[in-house]
């Protein structure tokens, strides 16, 4: 069983930025694939980013790329998400996930564990 906690959302500005962290338990977290999903009100949760086990590789979701940057430090049991020149359209619940197959992935189907979510808010 794995456990995740995702922190550093809020309320911010639009064209600000936030940095969202992912914790995660147990001593296998270098061997999962990992990702960000995001879930606004009234739509289905959505992929934003990806990373494989060792951080080599990285996916971003065509509607972040180039505003978001996915990073990991697996000394620290830890996954980030940089978000910059935030929108509007950003708002919603982030969620982490680990895929143990490792490798990256977009679809939320192939991820074993979630954690609770945080709310990030873009005000225009």
């Known amino acids: 069983q794995v456990q995740l906690v995702e922190s550093g959302g809020g309320l911010v500005q639009a064209g600000d930025s936030l940095r969202l962290s992912c914790a995660a338990s147990?001593?296998?977290?270098?061997?999962?694939?990992m990702g960000w999903f995001r879930q606004a009100p009234g739509k289905e949760r959505e992929f934003v980013a990806t990373?494989?086990?060792?951080?080599?590789?990285?996916v971003c979701a065509d509607s972040v790329k180039g505003r978001f940057t996915i990073s990991r430090d697996n000394a620290k049991n830890t996954m980030y998400l940089q978000m910059n020149s935030l929108k509007p359209e950003d708002t919603a619940v982030y969620y982490c996930?680990?895929?143990?197959?490792?490798?990256?992935?977009?679809?939320?189907?192939?991820?074993?564990?979630w954690g609770r979510g945080t709310q990030v808010t873009v005000s225009s």
């Open positions: 990373i494989s086990s060792s951080g080599g590789s990285t």
């Open positions: 996930a680990v895929r143990k197959l490792g490798g990256i992935w977009s679809r939320a189907s192939g991820y074993d564990y």
């Open positions: 147990g001593r296998t977290f270098s061997t999962y694939g």
